[in-house]
């Protein structure tokens, strides 16, 4: 079936057009269908077939801040590391993150599943093979309402060991702090 129907319909697209259509009385018709007036009446006023969507218009988090969104978001963007990965990365730093609202998380900003890996053919090369202990440190400005927050990862190119940090001071000395940290 084209159209999903929420679980307590009581009507079919079919039904929901013969309504439409119908001039004869409300009550005569909620009496032939099984239906109540007051659904007979919401149905001939409409102009479509199909269900109104349902939930709330903007959904949000009830467990993370709009901040915490974006670090998420931001985090999975720069990283593309799967959902358990991600977990493991901002548990510290969210103590609040659950597997389920992470991936509800992502899932409201469209992000739950990584991209198909692409084989493209370049005239680059490979990056040169490295040892574990190759640390490449990335810096993402995240601006949020309360301000600007930076977020500092560092990535393990062969182990994916990320570290994650979020500072509101951006200079030369915190990749050095970061290292430190990790």
Request: glycine share 6%; hydrophobic share 35%; proline share 5%.
């Amino acid at each position: 079936m084209a159209n999903m129907l929420h679980g307590s319909a009581r009507t079919t697209p079919r039904i929901r057009a013969e309504l439409q259509r119908s001039k004869e009385k409300t009550s005569i018709l909620a009496q032939r269908y099984g239906l109540s007036r007051t659904t007979v009446t919401k149905w001939r006023s409409r102009t479509t077939t199909a269900d109104a969507p349902m939930g709330p218009t903007k959904p949000k988090s009830t467990v993370l801040s709009p901040a915490e969104e974006a670090v998420i978001v931001e985090f999975r963007r720069r990283t593309l590391l799967p959902l358990d990965d991600v977990m493991g990365c901002l548990r510290e730093s969210i103590p609040k993150l659950t597997r389920s609202s992470l991936h509800r998380c992502l899932q409201r900003h469209g992000i739950s599943r990584l991209p198909a890996r692409e084989i493209k053919k370049t005239c680059r090369g490979k990056f040169a093979p490295t040892e574990i202990g190759y640390v490449h440190i990335d810096i993402a400005e995240l601006r949020l309402t309360e301000g600007k927050l930076n977020m500092f990862m560092a990535i393990d190119r062969v182990s994916r060991f990320t570290y994650v940090e979020f500072r509101n001071d951006l200079g030369k000395m915190n990749g050095a702090d970061l290292l430190s940290a990790a």
